[in-house]
């Protein structure tokens, strides 16, 4: 009969020591949770303040583009890139053209072209407008819009 009740005793032990754990572990989950809630909720509010820093940048770019103050840069002035640079130029926008071909600087900038089927009085009627920059310094990058 002691033999049983020691059992039973052993058994009844092992049994608040398991609710005992299971407790720790729910209440350890439990604050991992809030933790993980706060985070989240720490990280929407990130994103919140990203968003609207975003939305605040395009409406300033789309402002410029209304207005025409937008500076425009165009990385490269081959086939593709000078008649870009010409038209948004032409169009009033404030343009600068880079390339790392520093022979084609002084060309543009003399007005003349270095592509058949651009006519170099476009180049030079551009250029003379001062709405169209032609350069190989790249740090000047940060100047565009």
Same mark, same amino acid.
């Given at each position: 009969? $002691? ?17 005992? &754990? ?11 949770? !809030? ?30 583009? !209304?207005?025409?103050?937008?500076v425009i840069g165009i990385i +490269? ?6 008649? &870009?640079?010409? !038209?948004?130029?032409?169009? +009033?926008?404030?343009?600068?053209? $880079? ?13 003349? %072209? ?5 006519? !170099? ?10 709405? $169209? $920059?032609?350069?190989?310094?790249? %740090? ?6």
């Open positions: 009969m $002691f033999q049983s009740l020691g059992i039973c005793l052993n058994i009844f032990t092992n049994f608040v020591t398991v609710i005992k &754990l299971s407790l720790k572990i729910n209440i350890k989950a439990s604050l991992i949770c !809030e933790q993980a809630n706060s985070i989240k909720k720490k990280d929407t509010s990130i994103r919140s303040i990203k968003s609207q820093r975003v939305n605040r940048m395009q409406n300033q770019l789309l402002k410029k583009i !209304e207005n025409k103050t937008a +490269g002035l081959g086939y593709v890139g000078l008649p &870009l640079a010409l !038209e948004y130029a032409s169009k +009033g926008f404030k343009t600068i053209g $880079f390339d790392i071909d520093v022979r084609k600087i002084p060309i543009i900038k003399s007005g003349k %072209s270095y592509i058949k089927h651009i006519k !170099e009085d476009k180049i030079k009627k551009t250029v003379d407008s001062k709405k $169209f $920059f032609a350069t190989a310094d790249f %740090s000047r990058l940060p100047e565009a819009d």
